[in-house]
């Protein structure tokens, strides 16, 4: 036997698998358009999304604290990501990396405690907090 033959003998199960893959989507395809349901949105003009109707006005402003909180909320996030793979590692990491840990803890709480006292977190404007 030659190596064509042999390789091209290994490859048909993948030509059956594509085959068979492309059948299914032809057939569920023809199906749904047969036997779907078909009619007009109510508001064909307006836009959707995830198939609802959109209510109210999308362009309104967001503050800027909204989208420091998502900032602030992704950073600490991330770092309790990290926090979760020292934990695994943790008895392999010995005392240094339980040191090591117990530091990047302590950074992050001065930061969230910093970022607590200038008022970062607030959502209220600061005349309504000073009330």
């Known amino acids: 036997m030659h190596a064509h033959a042999i390789q091209a003998g290994l490859y048909w199960p993948l030509l059956l698998y594509i085959a068979a893959v492309v059948v299914a989507v032809l057939a569920l395809v ?3 358009s047969a036997i779907g349901e078909r009619r007009e949105r109510a508001a064909p003009d307006e836009p959707f999304e ?5 209510v109210g006005y999308a362009r309104f402003h967001v503050p ?8 602030f909320f992704v950073v600490f996030d991330l770092e309790s990501a990290f926090l979760y793979a020292w934990s695994v590692a943790a008895r392999s990491a010995g005392w240094a990396g339980y040191a090591s840990a117990m530091v990047f803890i302590a ?3 001065a930061a969230l405690a910093y970022l607590w006292r200038a008022g970062a977190l607030d959502w209220a404007p600061r005349r309504e907090r000073e009330k």
């Open 30 to 32: 023809a199906v749904s």
């Open 50 to 54: 995830s198939g609802v109707v959109s």
């Open 64 to 71: 800027a604290k909204f989208y420091l909180v998502a900032v």
């Open 107 to 109: 950074v992050l709480g």
